[in-house]
């Protein structure tokens, strides 16, 4: 098995190679200090957080450590989720076994070091299993494979807390008939009448994805309508199953979304332009993204870049960096099928969980195994732009 690992891995680099970009040294993090990587969010523009299994990394865009906190957590429980409420406030999200999901708050003390804030805050009345947690502004949503859950973020300058709303998004919120079954939540915001609003993609498995428009007050976003984009009357659900979105542009009317599919039985994957707005949806064949494994995880996006994890059933990933250009709504009659291949493809051996993102001037940082970071030029994209 570690013979087969080692050898697929070098035909993996090999094939890789051709269009690697300039990478500095990786860097390794003490695995036995920090864990392994589990996910990341962007604090600033200078300061990134990794989650790791014991703490969490403050690191800066040349992945040197600015800081870490400790993760308070008993044995049993995982810690897998990570969002920022502002570049001073980020929380980590865990739980056990589907019980008693609960919430850690950081606040920052200066530019690089921050501190927990308060207590360890339990979901009121949510003792399921939970796929992930995020937030907007002020408001934390719990994203479940039936439904999605709208709480407030109450905060004051000492403590903070989780209060219920009414806002859950389900199969009734959703007027489907039958049970729903949600991947993913992607969001963008946009402006109307100098109102605030906030586009949300709930991706579900066999029809596609909903929209959901909300209106932002005080911090806080209330749904007002929805709709669904049901790619079902499309492609196939026997052959095309919906895991996440990432939404390119987006206001009221119309919406540019790509798609990435759970595909198990081809290497290659294809992705779809989506035009929604609020009298309908008009769906376009417009991009294949190729690849040689399934994608995993969230896509990423920077400019005209975007990025697709994907792996093998050994976890073996390359990240793979495509440059597309999104065509205006004006003219999504005239665009045709195009097909991409990597601009820059960013290989590692097994690791559980892959850290992927975009920095400032086309740098891409990526994981390799557990617990090293490597940061890249994307040399070959900017050649491209010359
Ligand atoms: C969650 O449910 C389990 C049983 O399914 C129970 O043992 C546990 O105490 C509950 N936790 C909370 C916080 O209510
Ligand atoms: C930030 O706070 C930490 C912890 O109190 C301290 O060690 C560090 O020197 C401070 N950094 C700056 C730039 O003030
Ligand atoms: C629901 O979605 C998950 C992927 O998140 C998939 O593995 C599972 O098979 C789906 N269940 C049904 C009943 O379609
Ligand atoms: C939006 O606000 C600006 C100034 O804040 C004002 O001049 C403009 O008329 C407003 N537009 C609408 C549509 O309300
Ligand atoms: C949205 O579409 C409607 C109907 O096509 C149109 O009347 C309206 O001006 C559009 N709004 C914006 C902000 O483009």
Not at 25 to 31: A, G, R, V, W
Not at 300 to 314: A, E, P, S, V
Request: net charge negative; glycine share 4%; with cysteine.
């Amino acid at each position: 098995m570690i013979l087969l690992y080692i050898f697929s891995f070098i035909v993996m680099q090999s094939n890789a190679q051709k269009s690697m970009a300039f990478c500095d040294d990786y860097i390794e993090f003490d695995n036995e200090y920090f864990g392994k990587f589990i996910s990341n969010v962007k604090l600033s523009n200078g300061a990134d957080a990794i989650l790791a299994e014991k703490r969490v990394l403050i690191i800066d865009e040349d992945l040197n450590i600015l800081s870490s906190v400790p993760i308070p957590k008993t044995q049993t429980h995982n810690c897998n989720w990570i969002f920022k409420q502002s570049s001073d406030l980020f929380f980590v999200g865990c739980q056990k076994n589907g019980e008693g999901p609960y919430l850690v708050a950081y606040k920052g003390i200066n530019q690089t070091h921050y501190s927990q804030f308060g207590d360890i805050v339990y979901f009121p009345n949510l003792n399921e299993t939970v796929i992930s947690v995020s937030s907007i502004l002020n408001t934390i949503f719990t994203v479940q494979s039936k439904k999605v859950t709208l709480f407030t973020l109450v905060l004051s300058a000492s403590d903070w807390s989780i209060k219920t709303t009414q806002n859950v998004l389900d199969k009734n919120y959703f007027t489907m008939t039958s049970e729903i079954n949600i991947t993913d939540v992607a969001y963008e915001s946009y402006s109307q009448d100098n109102m605030s609003f906030y586009k949300l993609i709930v991706v579900e498995f066999t029809w596609g994805a909903f929209w959901v428009d909300s209106l932002v007050k005080n911090n806080i976003i209330s749904p007002i309508r929805n709709g669904l984009i049901n790619l079902k009357g499309f492609y196939s659900p026997y052959v095309y199953n919906y895991q996440s979105a990432l939404i390119h542009s987006t206001t009221q009317n119309a919406s540019q979304i790509t798609i990435n599919l759970f595909h198990y039985d081809r290497n290659d994957i294809s992705i779809k332009v989506v035009y929604v707005s609020t009298q309908s949806t008009t769906i376009n064949t417009l991009y294949n993204f190729n690849g040689q494994w399934a994608s995993w995880g969230k896509p990423i996006k920077f400019g005209n870049l975007q990025g697709i994890l994907r792996r093998n059933t050994l976890k073996q990933s390359v990240f793979n960096v495509y440059n597309i250009i999104i065509p205006p709504v004006l003219n999504e009659n005239q665009v045709a099928v195009t097909t991409y291949d990597p601009v820059d493809t960013f290989a590692s051996p097994p690791q559980d969980f892959p850290i992927y993102y975009f920095n400032s001037g086309y740098r891409v940082v990526h994981s390799i195994e557990n617990n090293k970071l490597q940061s890249c030029d994307l040399y070959n994209y900017k050649l491209e732009m010359e």
